[in-house]
């Protein structure tokens, strides 16, 4: 069974400071990997996927993540945070095999002026 | 617009009434889901259908609710008999077929039930 774990509901960085998103996930298989972000009053939108390729993974708007086996994690990280970076990120697994996706319970970004 | 859009978007019933969603995916998209969101939660799993085959359902999908896709386009969700636990945003997705393809997500369809 897979499952996903956010650490953190809420983190708040500085304009221009570096965004770190934490998720770590169990999975039985080989899994798949989402970040997606969620605007108020908007649908989820995808910032970047896992899929067994290379373990660093680039996505939109500057964001990055790296997949950790050893560690089974999958953080989000951002150089340098801008106001517009203020959101809802969830993480999501998706074992092969499987045609569910578990969502984590989310990370409300904030970005502190 | 050729994204994914569902209607209505906000739906405010009694308890105890009937309730249908509507779903219209991305035109080329053979997979659709629907999922389950409530406040600070992620989305939660529902159903999935491949063209108009339902292939895995949730425990969380009650007999109370029920989904087609009869001609593997759109997508109905129907709620009887609504209870206020019901009250959440319904969300909808579809990909292509064929590998770990992301899903792109409509608006939501926001249920109170009072």
């Known amino acids: 069974a897979q499952s996903v774990t956010q650490l953190g509901s809420h983190v708040s960085v500085s304009e221009g400071a570096l965004v770190l998103l934490r998720c770590n996930y169990s999975?039985?298989?080989?899994?798949?990997l989402f970040w997606y972000v969620q605007y108020p009053n908007q649908g989820l939108q995808l910032l970047l996927k896992?899929?067994?390729?290379?373990?660093l993974v680039k996505g939109i708007n500057g964001f990055e993540a790296e997949f950790k086996k050893s560690e089974t994690s999958f953080h989000l990280t951002k150089p340098s945070a801008h106001m517009s970076d203020a959101a809802e990120y969830f993480c999501?697994?998706?074992?092969?095999?499987?045609?569910?996706?578990?969502f984590g319970t989310g990370t409300r970004l904030k970005v502190l002026a | 617009d050729t994204g994914v859009s569902q209607d209505p978007r906000h739906k405010i019933t009694k308890r105890g009434q009937n309730v249908t969603f509507r779903c219209d995916p991305i035109?080329?998209?053979?997979?659709l889901y629907w999922y389950r969101q409530t406040l600070g939660q992620g989305p939660e799993f529902l159903t999935y259908?491949?063209?108009?085959?339902?292939?895995?359902k949730s425990r969380l999908l009650s007999d109370r609710f029920s989904a087609e896709r009869p001609k593997g386009s759109f997508s109905t969700l129907e709620i009887q008999r609504t209870e206020q636990g019901d009250s959440a945003m319904y969300l909808c997705?579809?990909?292509?077929?064929?590998?770990?393809?992301?899903?792109?997500f409509g608006p939501g369809t926001r249920l109170t039930v009072t």
């Open positions: 035109s080329e998209h053979n997979r």
């Open positions: 999501a697994v998706r074992g092969s095999g499987t045609y569910k996706y578990i």
């Open positions: 259908f491949q063209n108009e085959a339902q292939l895995e």
């Open positions: 999975s039985s298989v080989p899994p798949y």
């Open positions: 997705a579809s990909s292509l077929a064929g590998g770990p393809h992301e899903q792109y």
């Open positions: 896992y899929t067994s390729a290379a373990t």
